[in-house]
């Protein structure tokens, strides 16, 4: 069964930083895209960034790209997502996501995700 279970939301001022981690459980980790997205209050939900198996290859939104990191551990069955230079619009629920092996689609389609953590909240105030 698998199992995402992300952390390190928070808090945080303008300007600041926060690495979020996410746990998945089960086996084949390393066999498996992820990615990770997020979804503000009344809007819907939002591709952030989407890394390979291996780690060698991602994808990163226009609105993120330059200031979040997205990483993997494999020995760990972790992927992190480094948001760096936060601003107020960053303000949402994030979510990691594991890409169903079969998809073919887009990187940034959450019909493309299999299983979802529940997500941490990630508020950025001015």
């Known amino acids: 069964q698998v199992q995402l279970l992300e952390s390190g939301g928070g808090s945080v001022q303008a300007g600041g930083s926060l690495r979020l981690s996410c746990v998945v459980s089960g086996r084949g980790f390393s066999n498996y895209a992820m990615g990770w997205f997020r979804q503000a209050p009344g809007k819907e939900r939002e591709f952030i960034a989407q890394i390979n198996w291996s780690g060698g290859s991602t994808t990163y939104s226009d609105s993120v790209k330059g200031r979040f990191t997205i990483a993997r551990d494999n020995a760990k069955n972790t992927v992190y997502l480094q948001m760096n230079s936060l601003k107020p619009e960053d303000t949402a629920d994030y979510y990691c996501?594991?890409?169903?092996?079969?998809?073919?689609?887009?990187?940034?389609?959450?019909?493309?995700?299999?299983?979802w953590g529940q997500g941490t909240q990630v508020t950025v105030s001015s």
């Open positions: 996501a594991r890409q169903a092996p079969t998809w073919g689609g887009p990187r940034a389609a959450a019909q493309g995700y299999d299983y």
